[in-house]
Nanobody, 126 residues
């Protein structure tokens, strides 16, 4: 079992930045692909980014590519999502997720992931 806890969300103006963190416990995250998803009100949860076990490969959805950066620190058992140039359409609850097993990625489906955090709210004002 892996427990994931997100933090770092909040209210920010358009054009601003936030850094989300995901702290894991229970098992080392080096065994898992880590991903970030988001869900806006009335919409389905959607893929944002994912990073391989070693951190050597990362994948992004088209709507965040070039603005968001996913990273991980296996020694600290954490994953992060740095978000720049935020826009009102980025407003959502952001979730951290962990995927066991093997494969090359990018694993954009929610069903790909075994463990989820409770989410952290990001609100971008115009």
């Amino acid at each position: 079992q892996v427990q994931l806890v997100e933090s770092g969300g909040g209210l920010v103006q358009a054009g601003g930045s936030l850094r989300l963190s995901c702290a894991a416990s229970g098992r080392t995250i080096s065994m898992y692909v880590m991903g970030w998803f988001r869900q806006a009100p009335g919409k389905e949860r959607e893929f944002v980014a994912t990073i391989s076990r070693s951190g050597g490969r990362s994948y992004y959805s088209e709507f965040v590519k070039g603005r968001f950066t996913i990273s991980r620190d296996n020694a600290k058992n954490t994953a992060s999502l740095k978000m720049n140039s935020l826009a009102p359409e980025d407003t959502a609850v952001y979730y951290c997720a962990a995927k066991g097993g093997w494969g090359l990625g990018p694993f954009p489906g929610t069903n790909d992931y075994n463990y989820w955090g409770q989410g952290t709210q990001v609100t971008v004002s115009s």
